[in-house]
């Protein structure tokens, strides 16, 4: 006699350092929040230091950190005004957050690419959040565009 057992297999990675985010599923610490426009596995790097890539195609890339060293967050800025040369900020006030938004189109691989980097700061914590999307994918700049898509309201 054969027994057959049906056992189903969800798309659940073996790394505890992975998860696996549906769409309208959140990622949060402290008053940051992201989401993904489609499926995304996030691998946690280290402690403070996060990557989101879709599952289906390669249309985009997120990466995030907490900034939680005193210097981390003026170095941050010295960094970004030279990766931005000539492109100041545009400067955001919500949710009692201060966010400083930069962006700028870039070639990669023969590729066009929009490339949005995001630092937010809110009391004595800060985040810098950095996405790259095809420069086409007009509805990425729309998604990953809106600041407000960081904070978590209450």
């Known amino acids: 006699m054969v027994l057959l057992i049906s056992i189903p297999v969800f798309s659940v990675p073996l790394d505890p350092d992975q998860k696996v985010y549906q769409p309208g599923e959140k990622f949060q610490e402290n008053f940051?929040?992201?989401d993904f426009?489609?499926?995304?596995?996030?691998?946690t790097e280290s402690r403070k230091r996060w990557r989101a890539v879709p599952l289906k195609d390669r249309a985009w890339l997120a990466i995030w950190r907490k900034l939680d060293r005193t210097g981390d967050?003026?170095?941050?800025i010295q960094v970004l005004e030279a990766v931005f040369p000539n492109i100041p900020p545009e400067k955001i006030k919500l949710e009692n957050a201060e966010i400083l938004q930069w962006t700028k189109e870039d070639i990669s691989g023969g590729n066009p690419l929009q490339i949005l980097f995001y630092l937010i700061r809110k009391r004595d914590e800060a985040y810098t959040v950095y996405i790259t999307f095809y420069r086409e994918r007009s509805d990425l700049k729309e998604w990953f565009g809106n600041?407000?898509?960081?904070?978590?309201?209450k």
Do not use: D, H, M
């Not at 426009?37 to 691998?43: H, M, S």
């Not at 600041?147 to 309201?153: D, E, F, G, I, S």
């Open 147 to 153: 600041p407000a898509r960081y904070l978590k309201t």
């Open 73 to 76: 967050e003026q170095t941050g």
């Open 32 to 34: 940051l929040q992201i």
């Open 37 to 43: 426009p489609e499926k995304a596995l996030v691998r």
